[in-house]
């Protein structure tokens, strides 16, 4: 149950877009379209932003995006704004009703 | 509304144990799976432990299995995590989230009770 590799921080001009990689194993990421992303505000619980890889919840913008390739996920946010500037972590289910997560990105708006 | 409620949490010296308790409302809990998830401070989510809905099973992260364990009360929407032998490593705020049945995934938390394992 090793956390998934993510970038420590990414950062963007408003109205730019970034991404956030999320990197597992066959054993998770790779083995599930089971990735999830959630965005955490200082002092606030996580709210999820994408599951299923691709799926957004109802509510959430079509400025976040997901993705997969093999055994790494991606989250875009397009045309930035500054109050997408917080911390944001990928989950991935790992078989036999387990998960795993990221070790979390700070995303910066210049 | 939905809503997830934390409580429980406290100050415990190691070796200790403190049960935490999770009050849900405003769905219907006696069908949803139900999640720990803890965050250390100042640093990243990690899963703890799952309950499908009907409390059948129970799942763990290796890091506190033996050591914690997770339940649930249909009668009185509530779900529970006891842990016992606690070590300094414990140290965090621990969320209940509801699965996203279907989606291995999360889709309301609680805003968190902080255990706080110290001597």
């Known amino acids: 149950q090793s956390a998934l590799s993510q970038p420590r921080s990414v950062s963007g001009s408003p109205g730019q877009s970034v991404t956030i990689s999320c990197t597992g194993t066959?054993?998770?990421?790779?083995?599930?379209?089971?990735v999830s992303w959630y965005q955490q505000h200082p002092g606030k619980a996580p709210k999820l932003m994408i599951y299923d890889v691709s799926k957004r919840p109802s509510g959430v913008p079509d400025r976040f995006s997901g993705s997969k390739s093999g055994n790494t996920a991606s989250l875009t946010i397009s045309g930035l704004q500054a109050e997408d500037e917080t911390d944001y972590y990928c989950?991935?289910?790992?078989?036999?009703?387990?998960?795993?997560f990221g070790g979390g990105t700070k995303l910066t708006v210049l | 509304q939905v809503q997830l409620v934390e409580s429980g949490g406290g100050v415990v010296q190691p070796g200790g144990s403190l049960r935490l308790s999770c009050a849900a409302s405003?769905?219907?809990?006696?069908?949803?799976?139900m999640h720990w998830v803890r965050q250390a401070p100042g640093k990243g989510l990690e899963w703890m432990a799952f309950i499908p809905f009907d409390g059948t099973n129970k799942y763990y992260a290796d890091s506190v299995k033996g050591r914690f364990t997770i339940s649930r009360d249909t009668s009185k929407n509530t779900l529970y995590l006891q842990m016992n032998s606690l070590r300094t490593e414990d140290t965090a705020i621990y969320y209940c989230?509801?699965?996203?049945?279907?989606?291995?995934?999360?889709?309301?938390w609680g805003q968190g009770t902080m255990a706080t394992v110290s001597s």
């Open positions: 989950c991935s289910y790992a078989g036999s009703y387990t998960w795993v």
């Open positions: 405003g769905f219907t809990f006696s069908s949803c799976g």
């Open positions: 989230a509801k699965d996203l049945h279907g989606h291995y995934s999360f889709d309301i």
């Open positions: 066959s054993s998770d990421v790779g083995g599930y379209n089971s």
